[in-house]
């Protein structure tokens, strides 16, 4: 007999959470590297590095993307710097 301590509607909406973060990061990310907007690499480097967290098999990938969007943020033209 086993048991589970979450209901079928929470494992559900967990599974599509983790990777439509992902890619909501990713793409967040990319445009914003693309258009040169500081703003939007910025948001797809905390969204990316705070998926680190509950994505454990690709964790080592998710964290060296944030950390290049992240490093990334900092050259790109725009406005001020982004402060850490």
Known sequence: MTM??????RAVAICALVPGGV???AV????GVAVSRRPLIFAGACLM?????VVFTIAPLTLI????FLFLA?????AEPVQL
């Open 4 to 9: 589970h301590g979450e209901s079928k509607l």
């Open 23 to 25: 890619l909501l990061s």
């Open 28 to 31: 967040l990310g990319m445009i």
């Open 49 to 53: 590095l705070a998926e680190t967290f």
């Open 65 to 68: 993307a944030g950390l290049a």
């Open 74 to 78: 900092q050259r790109a033209p725009g």
